[in-house]
Nanobody, 128 residues
Framework: QVQLVESGGGLVQAGGSLRLSCAASGGTFSSYHMGWFRQAPGKEREFVAGISRSGGSTYYADSVKGRFTMSRDFAKNTVFLQMNSLKPEDAAIYYC?????????????????????WGQGTQVTVSS
């Protein structure tokens, strides 16, 4: 079972940028499809972005498309979420998630139940 640790959250003004990181350990990083989710107070956890095992395919929630970019670094066993043009409605706890996926299998996994491993989350606060 892979372990995930997020970092990089903080307080930023609207229009600013943050880069979240998620370090993976205890598993074969390249065998995992990765995702970012977020959860604001009183709301359900929602999908933000996903990336394939190879890193060759990324996909995003409509609310962040064009502003957020997800990537992965196999040398560092880390995935990133670059968040630009942040809005107050982006404020939430951001979670990294992993789904062990057989080679050759791909999909645009968008549900929390699609992922079996989770990090503890990192807080993002956006001031208006």
């Amino acid at each position: 079972q892979v372990q995930l640790v997020e970092s990089g959250g903080g307080l930023v003004q609207a229009g600013g940028s943050l880069r979240l990181s998620c370090a993976a350990s205890g598993g074969t990083f390249s065998s995992y499809h990765m995702g970012w989710f977020r959860q604001a107070p009183g709301k359900e956890r929602e999908f933000v972005a996903g990336i394939s095992r190879s890193g060759g395919s990324t996909y995003y929630a409509d609310s962040v498309k064009g502003r957020f970019t997800m990537s992965r670094d196999f040398a560092k066993n880390t995935v990133f979420l670059q968040m630009n043009s942040l809005k107050p409605e982006d404020a939430a706890i951001y979670y990294c998630a992993a789904r062990q996926t057989p080679k050759g299998i791909s999909g645009n996994y968008r549900y929390a139940t699609d992922f079996g491993s989770w990090g503890q989350g990192t807080q993002v606060t956006v001031s208006s």
